[in-house]
């Protein structure tokens, strides 16, 4: 049974980088060759933001929103892959899920139960 | 990107009510739609993908309906544990969008 746990501090300061993994267990990234892995994001009380996704060969689209301050990397041999996020500030503050997605369809069939992230000094 | 804009924001309803929510796309995403159930504090659920499937575990009393830019999530007889948000989301291209979501509360 597929299942995705996001770990990571649950706290960062202004300005510095937050780094989020996902591990995934029950199915293998590697062989998931029909699926992206993506990560969405949600600030309290407001609505679902995607954040981007990754092919398990390393193919990645990120959200224009959030310009050049996102990469998102896979490990294969450890079954995870990972979210960063420049240069945050409060706006950045959100539960962050990871997910997995139809290729095809694009939709998030498998979450994991969320993260929350608070941007603060 | 494209918007995508659902109505009602909110709506109050009774056990046994059936309850329809729209979403429309800004420009044209074919089926590319789905929509997910959010309780609080828990991660969003699939309910319906490709417009107007069923996912795996869903009860038939969720159905979806649309093409182009307009579509529709029906709950025929609302059920105590359907009282949630609903979110759409396209996947017709990157970046993918959600809708700003319907919460739907007890009468």
């Known amino acids: 049974q597929l299942q995705l746990q996001e770990s990571g501090p649950g706290l960062v300061k202004p300005s510095e980088t937050l780094s989020l993994t996902c591990t995934v267990s029950?199915?293998?990234?590697?062989?998931?060759?029909?699926?992206?892995w993506g990560w969405i994001r949600q600030p309290p009380g407001k609505g679902l933001e995607w954040v981007g996704s990754?092919?398990?060969?390393?193919?990645?689209h990120y959200n224009p929103s959030l310009k050049s301050r996102v990469t998102i990397s896979v490990d294969t041999s450890k079954n995870q892959f990972s979210l960063k996020v420049t240069s945050v500030t409060g706006a950045d503050t959100a539960v962050y899920y990871c997910?997995?997605?139809?290729?095809?369809?694009?939709?998030?069939?498998?979450w994991g139960q969320g993260t929350l992230v608070t941007v603060s000094s | 990107d494209i918007q995508m804009t659902q109505s009602p924001s909110s709506v109050a309803a009774s056990v046994g009510d059936r309850v329809t929510i729209t979403c429309r796309a800004s420009?044209?995403?074919?089926?590319?739609l789905a929509w997910y159930q959010q309780k609080p504090g828990k991660a969003p659920q699939l309910l319906i993908y490709?417009?107007?499937s069923l996912q795996s575990g869903v009860p038939l009393r969720f159905s979806g309906s649309g093409s182009g830019t307009d579509f529709t999530l029906t709950i025929s007889s609302l059920q105590p544990e359907d009282f949630a948000t609903y979110y759409c989301?396209?996947?017709?291209?990157?970046?993918?969008?959600f809708g700003q979501g319907t919460k739907l509360e007890i009468k």
């Open positions: 997910a997995r997605h139809e290729a095809v369809a694009g939709s998030f069939d498998s």
């Open positions: 029950g199915v293998s990234i590697s062989s998931s060759t029909t699926f992206y």
């Open positions: 990754i092919y398990y060969s390393g193919n990645t």
């Open positions: 420009q044209g995403i074919r089926s590319y």
């Open positions: 490709a417009a107007s």
């Open positions: 989301q396209q996947a017709n291209s990157f970046p993918y969008t």
